[in-house]
T-cell receptor, first 112, second 108 residues
Framework: NAGVTQTPKFQVLKTGQSMTLQCAQD?????MYWYRQDPGMGLRLIYY???????DKGEVPNGYNVSRLNKREFSLRLESAAPSQTSVYFC???????????FGPGTRLTVT | AQRVTQPEKLLSVFKGAPVELKCNYS??????LFWYVQYSRQRLQLLLR??SRESIKGFTADLNKGETSFHLKKPFAQEEDSAMYYC??????????FGTGTRLQVFP
């Protein structure tokens, strides 16, 4: 099992460009999450999805959109990147009835 | 609203010294708390949860509801314990809220 995978690992964008971060899990988990990790801020929830076809906003959703394509995949889209979105992005998943979240390796995004 | 506070950004100790990473929480319901760890160049992973009351890699954490704390302790730190540690609180069936993290540095 690969667990939670994320692509790309690194990305540099110019202000105003768009991109999609991909996440997939092979553990048959129901819930999936997108976090951003910033120095001194910890991990903050951007969006989450409790099941295929459902998504919900987290603590810092502005500037992002998500899509739960199927049970395995949960993508995060930046429509018009801003320097404030420079961060490390983590995807995570968990099965129903448990709080143990499994994390991907992260995507380091820089917006210039 | 729920909140997790980790007051120390950085904790530096020498090998063999005791370690205590502090975590305080605010939550109106019955709390479920966790410690996650992120070693250098590795992904975030669960270290332990209060419900299992287990010791992982020599670390323990006791939930103190009176003090609303869930401090992580280890009697003798090792160099390989150097990492970023996050305390997390579960809420709303399947979400976690994380503290800001404490970087533990263990010097030889």
């Amino acid at each position: 099992n690969a667990g939670v995978t994320q692509t790309p690992k690194f990305q540099v964008l110019k202000t105003g460009q768009s991109m999609t971060l991909q996440c997939a899990q092979d553990m048959n988990h129901n819930s999936m999450y997108w976090y951003r990790q910033d120095p001194g801020m910890g991990l903050r929830l951007i969006y989450y999805s409790a099941s295929e076809g459902t998504t919900d906003k987290g603590e810092v959703p502005n500037g992002y959109n998500v899509s739960r394509l199927n049970k395995r995949e949960f993508s995060l889209r930046l429509e018009s990147a801003a320097p404030s979105q420079t961060s490390v992005y983590f995807c995570a998943s968990t099965s129903a009835g448990t709080y143990e979240q499994y994390f991907g390796p992260g995507t380091r995004l820089t917006v210039t | 609203a729920q909140r997790v506070t980790q007051p120390e950004k950085l904790l530096s100790v020498f090998k063999g010294a005791p370690v205590e990473l502090k975590c305080n929480y605010s939550y109106s319901g019955s709390p479920e708390l966790f410690w996650y760890v992120q070693y250098s160049r590795q992904r975030l992973q669960l270290l332990l949860r209060h419900i299992s009351r287990e010791s992982i890699k020599g670390f323990t954490a006791d939930l103190n509801k009176g003090e609303t704390s869930f401090h992580l302790k280890k009697p003798f730190a090792q160099e390989e314990d150097s990492a970023m540690y996050y305390c997390a609180l579960a809420y709303n069936t399947d979400k976690l809220i994380f503290g800001t993290g404490t970087r533990l540095q263990v010097f030889p």
